[in-house]
Structure formats: structure tokens, C-alpha cells
């Protein structure tokens, strides 16, 4: 529904526009540098919590400890910030539309420099070239579907729908781990638990050292995941053409 405010009673003005257009772009660039910054501290930080340990555990911490930066720190980082929810023509513009992309465009910056981390393991960490894709294939699946539900959570100028997505978020993450905790008394006697939501037990499994690890059954939830990621992308950018959110 439509909200009328008084910005958008103002005469209609290009050159205000094209420079409102300019800050926020200058805004924009410089918020997101900030962000790669603190992601590269991040991810220094938690190799330097893995030094003095076992190299296998130190690789597999180092994957949990980047996918904790992906699926947890980041979206409450991004869902916390307010710049989307301006109530001027342009912002509005920005959040029903742009906004998205300035997400998706947060997670590629993101992802990108966790491929450094990734495929340095290859080496460190002696894994195959089909590993190290099947691990890569699993971080930007899960990511990205974080960044789908952070993406709708920025569509939104109050501040539930944004607590909603940041708790789908950590869901994500820790959901499948939490029940099964409480569940574990109950399964003893049945087969293992395998994890089809949550990305710990397959980044584990994956990351194993070269000679031990296995692809099944793990490529049918990286897959499985992929393709939601997509479909909830999909759902997000159409949601994104609609009129901006006020709730």
C-alpha cells in the first residue's frame, strides 16, 4: 500500500534528484568498502584463533568460523542499517529496487574474498581440485541464501520484518544444530542425524583432509540448497518491484 509523505508533495526537482543520486551512490561505495574491511579483519581473526591447533581441526574451524561470518555476522551488520529505509523519493527509489542489488552486490564482494581463503587450502590443507569446488559450491549456497533473506529483510522500513529475516538467518545456521541437541536423547538408538538446512555438518564433512573426505551424501544438500537460493532470489527481486514497504 501506498504511503503518501510529505517529500512527495515537494515539486519535483531533476538536478536535487541527480545529486541526492550522487551522495547516496558516494554513501553506498564507501559503506560497502567498510564492510569488506571489517570482512578481511574477520577473517583474520579467526585464522589467528585457529593457530596452535591440529591442522585438519585449524582448516575445518577456519570453514565454520567463515561460514559464522556469512550466515550470522554479516546479516545482522546489513539488517541493522537504516540508509534503505529513508522516506525521500530517491531512497524509496533505493529500497524498492536497488536495495536488493546493493545486497547481492555486498555477498559477491563477500564471496570473492573468501575464495582466497578457500582455495588456499587446496594447497595447506591438501585437497583435490574436485573438494575444494564441492566446499566453494557449499559456502556461496548457503551465503547466498542468507543474503536472499537479508535482501527482503532491507525491503522494509520497520523493524520486525528486519528482526524476522535476521532470525531466519541465525535458523539457518544454528536451527537443525539446536534441535537436534535437544533431540539427541530420543535418537540413540536410530540411524546418525544428517543435517539437510543447517551448513555445519556438510562444511565439516567436506573439509575433512584430502584423503578421508567423501562428496555423498553431502552434494544433495549443497545442491538442494543452491537451488533455493535461487528461487528465494527470484521471490526477493519481484517482491522488490512492489511499492515500498512502510510496516
Sequence with gaps: MWTLHWQDMQPFDPEQEHLALRREA??????????????????????????????????????????????????????????????????????????PISVLMDWLGLALIAQAVVWSFK?????????????????????LLAAALVAWGVQWRGNIPRAVAMLLCVGLFWGEPLVYSLMTPRLADSPPWR?????????????????????EPWHTQVLAVAVAAVVAWVLVLIMSRQPSQAA
Excluded: F, K, Y
Excluded at 45 to 69: E, I, P, Q
Excluded at 74 to 86: F, G, K, T, Y
Excluded at 195 to 215: A, D, N
Design 123 to 143: 594447497i595447506t590443507a591438501n585437497w583435490t581440485v574436485h573438494q575444494t569446488l564441492w566446499i566453494d559450491a557449499a559456502v556461496l549456497s548457503w551465503s
Design 195 to 215: 543435517m539437510r538446512i543447517s551448513p555445519l555438518q556438510t562444511i565439516w564433512h567436506l573439509s575433512e583432509p584430502g584423503g578421508l573426505w567423501s562428496v
Design 26 to 99: 558516494a554513501s553506498q561505495l564507501s559503506w560497502r568498502g567498510g564492510t569488506l574491511l571489517a570482512w578481511c579483519l574477520w577473517l583474520l581473526g579467526s585464522w589467528m584463533m585457529t593457530l596452535g591447533h591440529g591442522a585438519a581441526w585449524a582448516v575445518r574451524a577456519m570453514m565454520l568460523l567463515v561460514m559464522v561470518g556469512l550466515l550470522l555476522l554479516w546479516p545482522a551488520l546489513r539488517l541493522s542499517q537504516d540508509r534503505w529505509a529513508s522516506q525521500s523519493r530517491t531512497m524509496m527509489l533505493l529500497s524498492g529496487r536497488s536495495g
